[in-house]
């Protein structure tokens, strides 16, 4: 017997409770051929078939619940739909009636866990009814292969690592800053000097003119002291 194939699923996850309940609608569409080889069977009959091509649908919904302590169980329902499932068979040239699956509905219940992130393994009874009757009893296990998952996801997030080390762990020198007093007190006399303000003379009844200070510089006071004493040496 010769067999090939192409199959193609996809699904949907519909979250309640903060991910506690899981809506699982999905949907499969695959296409197979098989051929058995020409035989003679013990009697001397000679059987012979032609190729079958067979296209399946299959949708599907599944009502996941996520325990705590990492159990998954399930309820799943859904119908398969085979298409040009139709061959031609004939012993001795005698063609045999034709044999094909009809249209049937698949339900029932599993058990799933996942451990760490690349294994999982689950154990499911489904009933069937239709085109196909009877029960079903499927167990199975899943290996995801590939790269490290972590630093796989770390780079889907664009997470990069973050250096904290500040300079003067490294050896290396924060600048100084260098402060002259004489420039910051021409900035606080600047801006903060106050203004005498002018007032009335209770004895004229006039408004004083307004004194203007005069700030000397250094040389300037030591030339006015110089010439204070001068007065007194003559």
Known sequence: MLMGGIANKT??????????????????????????????????????????????????????????????????VGMIWNLMNNTNVDANGNVLPKMHTKPYVEYGVGLQKTVGERFTGFAQAMVRGGGRNGVALTLGFRWALGGKIKEKKDKDNNIQPVNTKIPEASGAELPKAEINLRDVEKEINKDTTPQPTPAKDNLTNSTPKQKTIVKYTDKQRARNIERYYALFDN
């Open 11 to 76: 699904g949907y996850n519909i979250e309640f409770k903060e991910g506690k309940y899981i809506i699982q609608p999905s949907m499969m569409m695959s296409y197979n051929m098989i051929k058995t080889l020409n035989y003679t069977n013990a009697a001397g009959v000679r059987i012979n078939s032609d190729p079958m091509h067979t296209i399946m649908l299959n949708p599907n919904v599944r009502f996941v619940a996520n325990l705590k302590n990492g159990w998954q169980p399930y309820a799943s």
